[in-house]
């Protein structure tokens, strides 16, 4: 069996509790407090900076060259595309450098980089990659599920067509070949390692949810 496909029935139940979330559901009808949305974009930042980061880092480690340079380019296109959105939503928003400075980073926001930190540096990068998995290919399946239904509010809407987009579609089945192919190639201890990397990074993100709504503090 597959990684993706054990991976996706392990991590199931986080999944449909992230497409039920009424941050998501916010999304779609508009109702979402802009506050949230605020809180939500403020602890992204953080998160993405490190997400970035973490791609260069796993590149140095691994010895096999096409998923180096592929870690590498996704290292990039974050900071060419994703980043620079939010860079765009922050605008919009007029949140500032001072606001972004003065907003502490939250719990769930810390604790879940920090998982991902964990997986390379007490892990491999085989899990170190099943980590980092679920953020893009979560939000790409999100993206899909909402982009029918759309939003009456413009900045929703662009949200949801970021992550529907057919690029964002072509990069989820490269990184699904690529950690399919890594559990392969691993031993039975690292495989389960793996999977428990994938399944904690999933209900993280359900988790990341649940902060925005609460504006969790520490």
């Not at 996706?8 to 941050?23: D, L």
């Not at 109702?31 to 796993?58: A, C, G, M, P, T």
């Not at 989820?172 to 994938?198: D, G, H, P, V, W």
Request: hydrophobic residues 40%; aromatic residues 14%; negative net charge.
């Amino acid at each position: 069996m597959l990684f993706t496909e054990l991976a996706r029935e392990k991590s199931a139940k986080y999944w449909e509790m992230s497409f039920e979330h009424p941050f998501i559901e916010g999304l779609v009808t508009g109702n979402l407090s802009s506050d949230v949305f605020r809180y939500y974009l403020l602890q992204d930042r953080y998160y993405l900076e490190h997400f970035s980061k973490l791609y260069l880092y796993i590149a140095e480690k691994t010895e096999d060259k096409m998923i180096r340079e592929h870690l590498k380019l996704n290292a990039e296109e974050l900071k060419e595309g994703e980043i620079f959105i939010r860079e765009g939503f922050f605008r919009d928003l007029d949140i500032t450098e001072q606001e972004i400075s003065e907003t502490a980073i939250a719990p769930t926001a810390y604790h879940y980089v920090s998982h991902m930190y964990r997986q390379l540096v007490d892990g491999t990068v085989n899990t170190a990659i099943a980590g980092m998995l679920p953020c893009a290919w979560l939000y790409h399946e999100i993206g899909l599920r909402l982009i029918d239904r759309g939003s009456s509010n413009a900045l929703y809407q662009r949200w949801i067509e970021t992550y529907a987009s057919e690029e964002a579609a072509a990069q989820i089945e490269k990184e699904c070949a690529i950690i399919n192919q890594l559990y392969q190639e691993s031993n039975e201890s690292e495989r389960e390692k793996m999977l428990e990397a994938f399944v904690i990074s999933s209900k993280m993100e359900y988790e990341f949810w649940e902060m925005s709504m609460n504006l969790e503090k520490w």
